[in-house]
């Protein structure tokens, strides 16, 4: 399973991203996932190569066509970024991880 972050302005902020999601699959144990960053200005290029698609700025019509399109899923990483929702932080991601899951 390919996961990719994405932000609206660079990578720097989407890289905080992925290593929160990495630290948090590490700590439960999860394995077969990769997770990278990418710059927004080159998502649609490189989105259909990847399972899900962790956002900081909400999608663009483009963006959001292509997930619909290719059946990714699209989550809001922004509780990823501040950590604001506790334990519950990472609830969408894990509910696209097993929706992908039990779909194969």
């Known amino acids: 399973m390919k996961i990719v972050v994405a932000c609206g302005s660079g ?18 144990k999860v394995t077969g996932v ?4 990418t710059d ?21 019509p483009e963006i959001q ?3 619909n399109n290719e059946g990714i899923p699209d989550v809001n990483g922004v509780d990823i970024l ?3 929702k506790g334990d519950k932080t ?3 991601l894990v509910q696209a991880m ?3 899951k039990h779909a194969s």
């Open 11 to 28: 990578v720097a902020t989407s890289e905080t991203v992925v290593a929160s999601i990495k630290t948090f699959l590490e700590q439960h």
């Open 34 to 37: 990769e997770v990278e960053a």
């Open 40 to 60: 927004f200005k080159q998502l649609a290029n490189v989105l259909h190569n990847y399972d899900i698609y962790v956002w900081l700025a909400k999608p663009t």
């Open 65 to 67: 066509e292509i997930c």
């Open 82 to 84: 501040t950590g604001a």
């Open 90 to 92: 990472f609830l969408n």
């Open 98 to 100: 097993l929706s992908l």
